[in-house]
């Protein structure tokens, strides 16, 4: 591509010498650099509290909102076991308790665990890398707000009595026939949360890879930062399968359309597969942040660099993908062929040589080291005792024959608590403990902390291994009660006084979280002597993350970098100041870190909270089958989220290059691969392409499961209409390209033009894709209501493409998109390759596959 | 004291100045082999007329001598790469373009280890197996 004004590029020295860190800072420079940092960040007061957007809080208010579902749903469970105590009580009847253990088992997954990890990397993954915030913090704020809005609505369901109750996976024929609202509530307003969770996968990729410190290379980062990215990925590849499984659901539950009804074709397994193709790495989703957080405290207790750094990125690499071919493993006893169920347990025993890896790096770790046994620590032992056991039921689990007998049965609720505990609840705890000195400036008790613990590990242990017989004696899961000729009261009955134990325990943590520690004084930076970042924060508290940023060269920097605190405080790194009253932070390079340029984050908005009221009304009208308010509500969504990034995202820049500090001068604007922008556009295109071929694979999955897809005789899509729209969507992407290209040229009517005349060719391929299918019945059969899913989720995705036309078209025309500012339209063709794709493949499936297949 | 504009790292190390993707290689391979085993299997299961599994059984073997044979050599080279015989150096903690270099290959030559391992395992059954049924 030729441009005619090219961007400038980073110059000056790097990387920075001794002699040049060495050279003092004046007092004067450091007083204007703190102030106008301050400034800069200053942290909105009163009302305007919660417009703030910094990652401090947001991730603050992101961890406590998750803890208070988890205690939610922990308070079901101890319902569930009052219930469960003696045979036949009627504390709970059976409707209650089946939408107990629902909103249980959902509310655990998709209202804490997953958002737990999210609030942790948000609140702590700046800090590891001397960032001064996320690169889209108004997407966190907007992510953490539908959060807060989506959760409160599922649970709030239970007030009325109208909860899911089919189970947290939501089978159907079970689930879509259920004549109430439980099943909408769960799908729509899970999907609601599961598109901030991706929202925050996008954004946590996108800081390990781009916002890391000066000489942060890939080989010194912290292991946490790695897992992050291992996860991030994973959440893009798990999440959207379900996302398309929900909305085939809510198409059968709304209007119809027989995806999972056999009587018309459909087939129940189809929504097992996508469920578990979601549900399986979740539960790796779950567990790898936290054994990374195990990570960060293994070293700081042993007080020495972690063994075999190399052995741990390969065990959460090499765990995230295999956790991948684990899915069916959940599926053993729907009669799926022998072979096939041979593949799934052969990986589902293949997965624990990596999990195995990195539990021996830790070890290793601690043998060499001098262990202190801090309270972090105490909770990591009890967590690697827990999921070790947990561990060792999963590998008889990955056996088939083992699997049936105990299938459905108490064992596998013992299971799956072992795993998630050990995995994912004591590792969280530890953290708690190990990084509150960080975000609050205090330290928790120790007495406190030591109850908790031992209540809680002994509570959990009371409650749950029993389980293991209870099971074993063939007591099935979710079940109300039971007789008492089953033999079962005496183990339930002790799970139930274990089960308040664990509850004790939590009690006692919680109140040691929250109670106000005035009395306690200032405490020491960095209390555990760590070696890692974080720990090089201000005390007292400033809002600006990191007072500059550091160049890093080693793996543990307040271990090996003896100056690196005194020359950070001092301002003597990069980014000391902040001359304009705007937040920044710096962008580096993927592999070597080497700065690339100075970024503006937002600040904060109400925008956000808006546009997250708006996308929730858009989710949550449609539950009562109430369509126009939705309709609305999505518009506006539309609008607010057009406006936030119109008036705050890619503006051309007041001065192209900024003093970054050591004589480096820095780019104040970045355009395609090089901004954070189009990898934020990147990866959330791979997890909407994800989700694009689940919906296709369930076309090819009905021609495989079923004799009669298509049905004999049955009408086709037109396949002249199928062919314009597919020319019309190959034109459309061709002169956005062009658009792009005339634009960095600097013929600007040109690109204009071709801005013009793109979204008429996406609507033409939209209108086209329509008039293929619209003769066919989505509700008579599977097969016409496939067609019709793929036709509009085309057409949604070439109306968000028509969209993005539109705003570079008014961005050209307003003078916010010029030749040499062109980042929006970058992105917007990068969207536009990906939408190709999409429309060629569409018009495969709907035009040559029905010739190929019968 | 030397410019950031300069670009002796990019020609010292060159193979994996563009991206990290090289070491995903081999659990994409993988991941592939597991994809294709998976679905050819239900295809035969569900479609197949009679000596279908047995063409199966002789394609997935196949397959996986493929999938062997290319995640071995894509072990071979981050060996090569990594070279420990060199100087001995296991940690490459160091912020340097030589660590980051051979911790790159290091890890790229574990995950072919493990991906190596994860596709004789999920070959075993076809092996093993041998039947729809």
Excluded at chain 1, 477 to 504: H, K, Q
Excluded at chain 1, 672 to 678: I, K, L, N
């Amino acid at each position: 591509m030729t441009r005619v004004h090219p961007l400038p590029t980073a110059e000056g020295p790097y990387p920075p010498t001794e002699e040049m860190l060495n050279a003092p800072v004046f007092e004067a420079e450091q007083e204007r650099g703190a102030k106008e940092l301050r400034a800069a960040w200053k942290t909105p007061e009163g009302w305007r509290y919660v417009t703030a957007v910094n990652n401090s809080e947001v991730g603050k208010w992101y961890s406590l909102t998750a803890l208070a579902f988890m205690l939610i749903a922990g308070l079901l469970a101890l319902a569930m076991r009052v219930q469960l105590a003696f045979p036949g009580m009627t504390f709970l009847d059976a409707d209650r308790f089946n939408q107990f253990f629902t909103m249980h088992g959902s509310a655990m997954m998709f209202l804490f665990a997953v958002p737990m990890f999210e609030a942790i990397s948000i609140l702590i993954l700046p800090a590891f890398l001397g960032a001064r915030d996320m690169p889209f913090p108004r997407l966190s704020a907007y992510g953490y707000w539908c959060f807060l809005i989506g959760g409160i609505f599922v649970l709030g369901s239970l007030l009325f009595d109208a909860g899911p109750k089919a189970g947290w996976f939501m089978y159907p024929p079970l689930a879509t026939k259920d004549e109430g609202i439980g099943p909408d509530i769960w799908l729509l307003g899970l999907s609601f949360i599961e598109v901030a969770s991706i929202a925050a996968a996008v954004e946590l990729i996108v800081g390990a890879l781009k916002c890391r410190p000066p000489g942060m290379r890939v080989n010194i980062m912290p292991l946490y930062a790695w897992y992050v990215l291992v996860v991030g990925g994973m959440i893009l590849f798990a999440f959207p399968p379900l996302i398309a499984g929900d909305f085939l659901f809510e198409l059968e539950r709304s209007f119809d359309w027989p995806f999972f009804d056999p009587t018309r074709g459909g087939d129940p397994i189809l929504w097992q597969h996508l469920f578990w193709i979601f549900g399986h790495p979740e539960v790796y989703i779950v567990f790898l942040p936290s054994i990374a957080i195990a990570a960060m405290i293994v070293p700081t207790v042993a007080q020495r660099p972690i063994v075999g750094y190399s052995w741990i990125v390969l065990s959460a690499v090499g765990t995230g993908f295999l956790s991948f071919g684990l899915w069916v493993h959940h599926m053993f006893t729907t009669g799926l062929p022998q072979i096939s169920l041979g593949f799934f347990s052969a990986a589902s025993e293949a997965v624990v040589i990596p999990t195995g890896i990195q539990i021996f790096a830790f070890v290793a770790t601690l043998m060499v080291g001098r262990v202190k046994l801090t309270l972090p620590m105490l909770w990591i032992a009890g967590a690697l005792a827990i999921f070790v056991a947990g561990g060792l039921t999963g590998v008889m689990l990955a056996i088939v024959p083992f699997n049936w007998q105990v299938h459905d049965t108490y064992f596998i609720v013992a299971h799956l608590h072992y795993t998630l505990f050990g995995g994912m609840v004591f590792p969280v705890i530890a953290g708690v403990y190990y990084f509150y000195p960080f975000f609050t400036k205090k330290l928790m008790s120790e007495k406190l902390g030591l109850w908790a613990f031992w209540l809680i590990f002994s509570g959990f242990n009371i409650t749950f291994l029993p389980m293991h017989l209870t099971g074993l004696m063939g007591m099935p899961r979710r079940v109300f009660t039971y007789p008492e000729s089953s033999g079962w009261g005496w183990l339930n009955l002790i799970s139930t006084l274990g089960a308040f134990i664990v509850a004790a325990g939590f009690a006692v943590f919680v109140y040691d979280l929250l109670r106000p520690k005035k009395a306690q004084g200032e405490i020491a930076r960095n209390p555990w002597g760590a070696g890692t970042l974080e720990f090089s924060h201000d005390v007292p508290e400033e809002a600006w993350g990191a007072r500059s940023v550091p160049h890093i060269t080693s793996r543990y920097p307040l271990w090996d970098q003896p100056k690196l605190v005194e020359r950070m405080d001092a301002g003597r790194y990069y980014l000391p100041d902040a001359p304009d009253h705007q937040r920044e932070t710096i962008v580096t390079s993927v592999i070597d870190a080497k700065p690339v340029h100075v970024q503006r984050v937002t600040g904060p908005a109400w925008i956000t909270i808006l546009a997250a009221i708006f996308t929730g009304g858009a989710f949550i009208f449609p539950t009562f089958h109430i369509y126009t308010p939705a309709i609305i509500c999505g518009a506006f969504a539309i609008v607010c989220v057009m406006y936030w990034l119109w008036t705050s995202t890619a503006r051309p820049p007041k001065e192209e290059m900024r003093e970054a500090g050591l004589g480096l001068r820095l780019p104040t604007y970045a355009s395609g691969p090089q901004s954070v922008g189009w990898w934020g556009m990147w990866i959330t295109m791979l997890g909407d392409a994800t989700a694009f071929a689940s919906v296709v694979f369930g076309f090819f999955f009905y021609w495989t499961a079923r004799a009669d897809f298509p049905p004999e005789g049955a009408a086709h899509p037109v396949g002249l209409w199928v062919a314009v729209a597919a020319l019309a969507g190959v034109a459309a992407w061709a002169l956005t390209v062009a658009a792009r290209e005339t634009n960095a040229r600097g013929q600007v009517t040109l690109a204009r033009l071709a801005l013009v005349l793109a979204p008429l060719a996406a609507g033409a391929a939209g209108v086209a894709a329509w008039a293929a299918v619209r003769d066919l019945d989505p509700t008579s059969h599977v097969y016409p209501a496939i067609l019709w899913a793929l036709m509009v989720w085309l057409v949604v995705h070439l109306a968000a493409g028509v969209l993005m036309q539109g705003y570079c078209l008014a961005g050209s025309i307003f003078g916010k998109l010029t030749p040499r500012y062109d980042a929006d339209l970058r992105n917007v063709t990068l969207y536009w390759h990906f939408m190709a794709v999409k429309a060629l493949v569409t018009a495969a499936v709907l035009g040559l596959a029905p010739g190929w297949l019968t | 004291m030397s410019d950031i504009r300069d670009r002796e790292d990019a020609h010292e190390f060159r193979t994996e100045a563009l991206s990290l993707w090289r070491i995903t290689f081999a659990p994409l391979i993988w991941a592939l082999h597991f994809v294709a085993s998976y679905g050819a299997t239900a295809l035969v299961c569900a479609k197949g007329e009679a000596g279908a599994v047995e063409a199966l059984l002789l394609g997935v073997i196949l397959g996986t001598l493929v999938a062997l044979a290319l995640i071995l050599w894509l072990g071979v080279q981050a060996w090569r790469q990594w070279d420990p015989r060199r100087d001995h150096e296991w940690e490459n903690d160091k912020g340097t373009s030589e660590d980051r270099h051979q911790f790159l290959s290091h890890a790229g030559f574990l995950l072919a280890m493990i991906s190596f391992i994860g596709v004789v395992y999920v070959a075993l059954p076809v092996l093993l197996i041998g039947s729809c049924a």
